[in-house]
Every structure is written in C-alpha cells, then in structure tokens.
C-alpha cells in the first residue's frame, strides 16, 4: 500500500495523533491551570483585555470630556482613579490608552513575525549567497540599539499606529529570522525531511509543511515577549512625545503629562503606571512558562 506525504513524514518525525489534536484544547487549558506563573499571567492580561476593549463601554465618563469643576479631584467613588488637571476621568483615560497598546503591540508583533519567520526560513533552506546576505543585513539591524532605531523611523514616518508597527517591529525581525534559521538548518537535516523528499515533496512544500510546524514552539515564546517589548516601545516614545500625538490617548501620553503634577496629583502617574506594568508582566511570566514548558531540560528537572 503507497503511503502519503504526510503518513511518511509522520511516522518519521512521530508527530501528534488525531487523538492529540482534538485534546490540543484540554492540553493547553492544562498547562495554564498547573503553572503557577502561566495562569498568573493569564489573568492579568485578562483583565487588561477586558479594560481595553470592555471598560470604556462600561465606565460612565467621556476620556476626552473636560470637567473643570472637578479638577485634580482624587480617588473618590465618583472617579476610581481621579480626575486630571482638566477634571477628565483618568479610569477612563487609562482604558483608552489599554486599547491603543495593545493595537500597537499585536500589530509590531505580528508584523515582525510575518516578515522575518519566512525570511528565514527560505533564506537558510535554500543557503547559499542568499543565506549570507540575509544575516549580513540582520546583523546590520541589530547593531542599531532598537530605541534609537524606533524613534529615527518613526520621525521618518510621522507618528501613527502603522508607522509605530514599523518602527517597532523592524528591530524585531533578525530575532525571528534567526530562530527560524536555526531551528530550520537543524531540522532539514531529520530523516522526515529526507523521507518527504523520497516521496517527491518539493523543496518549498518540505519547508512549510514539514519543518515550520516544528518551528513553532521558540517563536510562540518570542511572539509573547515580543508584545511586552512593543507596549513598552511605544510608552517610551509617546512619553517623549514622538509617538501618537493628541487626542489619541496613549499610556506613555498619560506619564509625560502626569509629569509636572507629581507632588500635587500622584495618582496621575501611579495609575498609568502599573496598568503598563501590569500589562508587560502579564506577557512575560506567559512567555516564560511557555518557554520552560517546551524546554525538555526543565521538564526532566521537573520531573526528578
């Protein structure tokens, strides 16, 4: 009886069964409920999932809304968080600017794992000039200090959301392109590969439907540190004023004009504050249980 591409290569590289599969929902709820860190995390961003895109629907006030009658007001019942110099909501103002760092994160992200992970990938596959070139301008990327790299693109790009995604993803393509080029140069050389081949698989459909499935894991770590790196990112360059320009309400915004009211309005700046530390721990301690999840030598130490 033939075998198909995928029984060849399945049986060689043992992948997961269609028992495995359906269970992969139970399997990941698992890993959240026993590492400690994962659901930590997992909650955390929860909740600031749910000030972004939730809470402005829920609070009562206008973020842009000046109420000068109340301002510089402190915590009360009336406003959780206070009020700002203009007698505006901050609760409100905070989940406004939730909403921005998130679009800004998942978008650098995500644009950074699209343009580096297959460049990459086909880079160190086909090898050659090709391959050389490729790490040679990464490492050209990655003499530039990615702050320094941010704020010359976004002044290049004017400030916007998409011109923040490039400025901030653009420092983060060599780290995809060069996880996948070594975990790509380490699994070509498997006997899947060479079975796939065996069968008449071509060199490209090898790649995508063989290797990077098994490339998975180490970007699945760096996409979650990644969006802790993004938010950040972007604070830092609103907070010196090259990032989104009002009325856009960011975090970083909120800091740089909380400023010249520390002694008089502490909370203008304590309150914007942790929800952006909040937010980077929360992706951070996901990324690090996943990251030792998938490590094999921290499972056997777990299991000793």
Known sequence: MNSSPV??????????????????????????????????????????LFAAFVGPRLIPYDPHQPDLRNRFSGPSWSHWMGT??????????????????????????????????????????????????????MDAIIAFPARLLAIVLVVLMGPSVVSLWFAIAFS????????????????????YVEAAQAIGEGRLATL????????????????TLDFASAVTVEASLSFLGLGLVPPTISWGGLLNDAQQWLEEAPWLAIFPGAALALTVLSFVLIGDAIRDHLDPRTRRRGTR
């Not at 996880?179 to 790509?184: A, K």
């Not at 995508?208 to 996409?223: D, E, S, T």
């Open 7 to 48: 029984d060849v290569a399945s049986g060689a590289q043992g992948t997961a069964t269609p028992w495995h599969q359906q269970t992969l929902i139970h399997r990941v709820a698992g890993f959240f409920l026993r590492d400690r860190r994962a659901m930590v995390g997992m909650i955390l961003l929860a909740l600031m």
């Open 84 to 137: 700002d110099r203009s007698g505006r909501d901050l609760m409100a103002r905070v989940a406004a600017g939730a909403s921005i760092s998130f679009r800004v994160a998942v978008g650098a992200a995500l644009l950074a794992l699209v343009i580096g992970a297959p460049l990459g990938a086909v880079t160190s596959y086909v090898g050659g000039l090709a391959d050389d070139v490729t790490q040679r301008f």
């Open 172 to 191: 983060s393509i060599p780290r995809y392109a060069r996880i996948v080029r070594g975990s790509v140069l380490d699994q070509k050389e498997r006997e």
């Open 208 to 223: 995508f439907l063989y290797i990077l499935p098994n490339v998975l894991p180490p970007l699945a770590v760096q996409v």
